[in-house]
């Protein structure tokens, strides 16, 4: 098992920024992949980015990729998702969530283990 726990959203205005972590504790092994995901009201939740224990990220859609950035601190087993820049339409529940051998850290199904979200609301 492995226990997810979301921190550092909150309300900002456009073009603020927000810092989210993700603190994992439990059987976290080597190999275990750590992905964001995001939910807007009525949308399907979506892939922000991920992060392999070797450090390679992928960030899942060109509106991310500049404005966010995923890192992680292995002491402290938690990663960390920087927003800037932020917009109306990155208003929503983030959530992040851990599985191991991941092929594709974008897709929902390749995770096991979700935190419970954050909310995170960006106004105009």
């Known amino acids: 098992q492995v226990q997810l726990v979301e921190g550092g959203g909150g309300s900002v205005q456009a073009g603020g920024s927000l810092r989210l972590s993700c603190a994992a504790s439990g059987n976290t092994y080597s190999r275990t992949d750590i992905g964001w995901f995001r939910q807007a009201p009525g949308k399907e939740r979506e892939g922000v980015a991920g992060i392999a224990t070797d450090g390679s990220s992928t960030y899942c859609a060109d509106s991310m990729k500049g404005r966010f950035t995923i890192s992680q601190d292995k002491a402290k087993n938690t990663v960390m998702l920087q927003m800037n820049n932020l917009n109306p339409e990155d208003t929503g529940m983030y959530y992040c969530?851990?599985?191991?051998?991941?092929?594709?850290?974008?897709?929902?199904?390749?995770?096991?283990?979700w935190g419970q979200g954050i909310q995170v609301t960006v106004s105009s």
């Open positions: 969530a851990a599985g191991r051998y991941i092929a594709d850290r974008c897709q929902r199904r390749e995770y096991d283990y």
